[in-house]
């Protein structure tokens, strides 16, 4: 499989999760901005700081 790769697949779909994790959190709309940016740029830091001192869903 050329192109993307497994890992490529599991990364992809790993950032759309954050993305929609980020969007349906409760923190303001300037703060999702803020870490759709982050995760768009810097995908491997930005999920894991994300997932450790990013925004909350309100399930969470």
Do not use: C
Request: glycine letters at 12%.
């Amino acid at each position: 499989m050329d192109g993307l790769g497994v890992f490529g697949i599991i990364h992809l779909a790993i950032v759309v999760y954050a993305f929609m994790q980020i969007f349906g959190s409760t923190a303001s709309s300037g703060r999702k901005v803020l870490w759709v940016i982050i995760v768009a740029v810097f995908p491997v830091v930005g999920i894991i700081a994300w997932y450790f001192i990013g925004p909350r869903s309100a399930s969470r």
